[in-house]
């Protein structure tokens, strides 16, 4: 039959394999989320990056040829410049916590 000191030796035991097994549980969990919010921003950096490469091209065009139509290229660049310009300042105080809201949002909805 076994002794009192068997029987807490076996809990201990059996109580330090549940610890680890817990712990690399929780590990495994936590990269699972971190991978599936990694693979998510980089797919929409991707998009992003892709779609600003876009606007990039058509801005020179567009500058070129408002600066054809002026008579002087460097005024289709300040004209189109001075677009962004008008377009950044409303980004900031009109949509600012609008974006910053969505992307905690999405980030949130990653996780779980």
């Known amino acids: 039959m076994e002794t009192a000191t068997d029987i807490i030796e076996s809990i201990i035991e059996k109580a330090e394999e549940y610890g680890k097994t817990n712990l690399k549980l929780t590990k495994l969990i936590a990269l699972e989320s971190v991978s599936n919010v990694l693979s ?15 606007i990039f091209v058509v801005s020179i065009g567009a500058s070129l040829a408002i600066g054809d139509m ?17 377009v950044g300042v409303v980004f900031h105080f009109m949509l600012h916590k609008w974006i910053k809201k969505q992307i905690s949002q999405l980030l949130l909805k990653q996780v779980d």
């Not at 929409?44 to 876009?54: E, H, P, R, T």
């Not at 290229?73 to 677009?83: D, E, H, K, P, T």
């Open 70 to 86: 002026m008579g002087k290229m460097q005024y289709g660049f300040f004209i189109v410049a001075g677009f962004y310009l008008i």
């Open 40 to 54: 998510s921003l980089i797919t929409q950096i991707s998009v992003v990056l892709v779609f600003a490469m876009f």
